[in-house]
């Protein structure tokens, strides 16, 4: 007997532009013969990011990856070379590694329940009992949600700390004041430009410096007026990145109806909800659910069965990963609560109905499954997994 193995559903495809919809920019770059240095495409593009984020050009620069771009947002906030940089564990490695790259030392400390961010109330807490010199601070609009952006400008002010936010996932969310917000542009972004990141604040002094940096630190001249290197983005990639914005409003509209159909229909399963803030309106590329039981495991696994991928986008934290494992960090209760009761489930525009019905169904199954386990576990287990 021939038996049917349901398709495979990948936990996330990249929605890029199509090849016709970015060759006219091609061609515009095969007859002005431009290829990199600001060229006509790159300066077009960031004048498009500066009217849809309500900023003057000068506010926004390009570079060549969302990574580079925090690099480049914390130098030039000129921090001491070795002073810690406050930041969330709740994050993706990338935010631990801009700080070094920066010269500072991650200093990890927690998120709020309600919004799985750090807040200005924990940085604020957190410096008290900081472990030597904070010379900046790097909260992450988590999976793109939207957080407090004005809220960071008065703790910039009133501490005198530099803020940089790691806004990576949330171009369509990030709200830039003073404090330089990052977007990263790669393929699996909203907006995605296979490897592309910006800069936005409305300090334009900030911008033109970070973009100095990311240009051999050329200033005026081509001598090199700050100790910089190359971050640029080229005018292929903002070929892509035009091409992006025209797709945008159509785009954007499939991801927020999408998240409201998902979080309607995971919202009916019990012991089970949607990150804070998702399906409320705004488009990002990733669910993620918290479970009641610390069933992330049992549930994954039901998934896998079923040819259902699942991720836990940012593992337990940075500070349980061994090239951080060594810097300094505060209380973690509630990052270590979502590394043991998220779990990342497929999200992206091929999703039809069928396939979300299948996912559902397959993980409301292995949470009935784990909390009967559960239920009829010893109740010494029972106390290990409800302390964890
Ligand atoms: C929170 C966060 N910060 C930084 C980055 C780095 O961006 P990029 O991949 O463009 O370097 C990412 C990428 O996924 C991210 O999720």
């Known amino acids: 007997m021939v038996q049917n193995t349901p398709e495979k559903i990948s936990v996330a495809v990249p929605r890029m532009p199509d090849a016709d919809m970015v060759l006219p920019y091609l061609r515009r ?3 002005a013969r431009y290829y990199s240095n600001f060229g006509p495409l790159v300066q077009e593009f960031e004048a ?4 849809g984020f309500g900023v003057d050009t000068d506010c926004v620069t390009t570079v060549a990856n969302g990574t580079a771009a925090l690099i480049l947002a914390l130098r030039a906030g000129n921090p001491p070379p070795g002073s810690l940089c406050m930041m969330p564990s709740w994050t993706f490695s990338a935010t631990a590694h801009a700080a070094r790259e920066a010269g500072l030392t991650p200093f990890f400390v927690d998120v709020a329940p309600d919004n799985w961010a750090l807040t200005p109330e924990i940085a604020g807490a957190a410096l008290a009992n900081a ?8 909260p992450v609009a988590p999976f793109g949600a939207p957080i407090g952006y004005d809220r960071w400008d008065e703790f910039s002010e009133a501490t005198g700390i530099p803020v940089v936010i790691d806004a990576a996932a949330a171009f369509d969310t990030a709200q830039p004041g003073r404090a330089p917000v ?37 200033q005026q001249s081509r001598a090199a007026a700050l100790p910089g290197f190359n971050a640029k983005l080229s005018e292929y990639a903002a070929a892509v990145g035009l091409a992006a914005l025209d797709a945008w409003p159509f785009v954007r509209t499939g991801y927020v109806r999408l998240a409201q159909t998902y979080a309607a229909a995971l919202s009916a399963i019990p012991g089970l909800s949607v990150m804070p803030g998702f399906g409320q309106g705004w488009a990002g590329t990733t669910c993620n659910v918290e479970l009641i039981h610390p069933a992330t495991g049992a549930v994954a696994r039901e998934l896998a069965r079923a040819g259902i991928e699942s991720r836990q986008w940012w593992g337990r ?3 349980q990963q061994s ?15 979502l590394a043991n009761h998220t779990l990342a489930l497929p999200f992206h525009l091929g999703l039809g109905p069928g396939e979300m019905n299948r996912i559902v169904t397959t993980v409301a199954d292995g949470l009935a499954e784990s909390a009967e386990a559960a239920v009829s576990a010893p109740l010494d287990q029972r106390a290990a997994a409800q302390a964890s």
Request: aromatic fraction near 8%; charged fraction near 15%; glycine fraction near 10%.
């Open 29 to 31: 770059i095969d007859d």
């Open 48 to 51: 498009r990011i500066a009217a």
């Open 131 to 138: 472990p030597g010199n904070v010379a900046a601070v790097l």
């Open 182 to 218: 990052v977007i990263s542009l790669h393929a699996t972004k909203a907006v995605g430009i296979g490897e592309g990141g910006l800069i936005i604040s409305r300090d334009p002094e900030l911008v033109a410096k970070a973009r100095s940096l990311s240009n051999f630190g050329f």
């Open 317 to 319: 934290g940075c500070h």
């Open 323 to 337: 090239a951080f494992a060594y810097y300094p960090s505060a209380s973690l209760a509630v990052t270590r609560h």
